[in-house]
């Protein structure tokens, strides 16, 4: 088990990763709070319930249940959610326990940064994506309309815990999807999280937690690192948006049915890739080990249908910036990576066309 340290301008908290994470709740709850209250899914607490109360030492915790899918980032659901803990007698003593992926963690951040002005939440997380991303940092937010996290707050957890045993009932799918983003981090930290997840990644899979357990436990470090310095996304943290920044237009292009987020991310992570080296910011050895591990992680499903103009159009510009400029994070070797505002049209479509034409053996 790892324990690591967040630093936050509200206050510090850990983030626990590894087996027998969730048993770190008793401790810290036991006198604090008057009542706790679990958000969470049906068909997840049916399956973690149990354990994850023997574990914590959770009794008669209230539950209060959101149905599954990204549609539950919603306002509506907030306005359910608050009146669900009004009505369970919840107050400004109340711990809520946000026991989900990110959809459960987003929204019940952003529940617990406005019930009642703000009660303190924990984040358990129990997708690859919120282990390693979503339930560390403290952003937390809803959608409105097609706008993704439009409402939302900077609302650090008080405690982050991670057991990889949960990920055993994880689709392939979804677990994969997942390995897109640890990928994101290997590229980010540099050579002994690279290495390690190049030399690894054959034996990640949902019930190897014994395996899972440590790169996970380095991939949430990345992110703890980067939020420890920049909780506010002044700088530093933009550099979690590698592959983002296509990732989201082909989200987009492909209304949100084609592909899961982190998919999207490995598809926008090729292209970033390749726009570097056509920049000349990538050497040609190190963008190939970047390429070969995202490919990898396992194949996608392809955008070769997709009109370039059209995906072009939908890549997302920074709204406080006059002109709404464009800021690729591009990779310059592994471990480093560049941001750049200005890219030429011309060298973006170019690389978007180039990985439309990647092709995938299984
Ligand atoms: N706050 C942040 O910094 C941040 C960062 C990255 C992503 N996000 C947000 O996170 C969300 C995506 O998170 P996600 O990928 O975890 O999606 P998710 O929460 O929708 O979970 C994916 C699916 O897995 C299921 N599931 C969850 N845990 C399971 C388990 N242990 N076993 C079996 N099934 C399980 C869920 O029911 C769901 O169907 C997006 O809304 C995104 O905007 C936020
Ligand atoms: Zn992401």
């Given at each position: 088990m790892q324990r690591l340290h967040v630093t936050s301008g509200s206050f510090p908290y850990d983030v626990i990763v590894g087996?027998?994470?969730?048993?770190?709740l008793k401790k810290f709850a036991a006198t604090r709070y008057r009542s706790t209250f679990v958000l969470t899914e049906r068909g997840l607490w049916r399956r973690w319930g149990k354990p994850f109360c023997a574990a914590s030492g959770l009794k008669n915790a209230r539950t209060v249940w959101v149905p599954e899918g990204?549609?539950?980032?919603s306002l509506k659901m907030v306005e359910r959610v608050a009146a669900a803990l009004l009505e369970g007698g919840a107050d400004r003593r109340t711990l809520l326990v946000a026991f989900g992926g990110g959809v459960v963690g987003d929204l019940g951040g952003f529940v617990a940064s406005t019930y009642m002005r703000g009660i303190d939440y924990v984040q358990v997380p129990t997708t690859v994506v919120a282990q390693v991303?979503?339930?560390?940092?403290?952003?937390t937010g809803v959608n409105v309309r097609a706008m993704k996290n439009l409402v939302g707050t900077f609302y650090p957890p008080r405690l982050v815990l991670s057991d990889p045993?949960?990920?055993?009932?994880?689709d392939k799918r979804a677990f994969r999807s997942g390995l897109y983003e640890v990928a994101k981090h290997a590229i980010l930290a540099g050579p002994p999280l690279f290495n390690q997840f190049e030399r690894r990644l054959d034996m990640l899979?949902?019930?190897?937690a014994p395996a899972l357990g440590p790169l996970l436990a380095q991939a949430a470090k990345v992110k703890v690192n980067v939020v420890s310095r920049d909780e506010r996304e002044?700088?530093?943290?933009?550099?979690?948006?590698l592959g983002h920044t296509f990732g989201h237009a082909l989200e987009e292009a492909t209304h949100y049915q084609r592909f899961l987020h982190g998919e999207a991310v490995g598809w926008g992570m090729l292209a970033a890739t390749r726009l570097s080296k056509r920049l000349g910011l990538l050497a040609s050895p190190e963008a190939e080990r970047i390429e070969q591990l995202i490919r990898r992680v396992g194949p996608l499903l392809p955008i070769?249908?997709?009109?370039p103009e059209r995906v072009l159009s939908l890549l997302p510009r920074d709204k406080k910036a006059v002109g709404g400029r464009i800021h690729w994070v591009l990779p310059e070797r592994i471990g480093k990576v560049r941001i750049v505002a200005d890219v030429p049209r011309r060298a973006v479509a170019a690389a978007f066309r180039e990985v439309q034409r990647v092709e995938w053996h299984e």
């Open positions: 087996r027998d994470a969730w048993r770190a990204e549609a539950s980032k991303d979503s339930a560390i940092g403290g952003k045993a949960v990920l055993s009932t994880l899979r949902p019930r190897n002044a700088g530093l943290r933009r550099v979690l948006n070769c249908d997709l009109l």
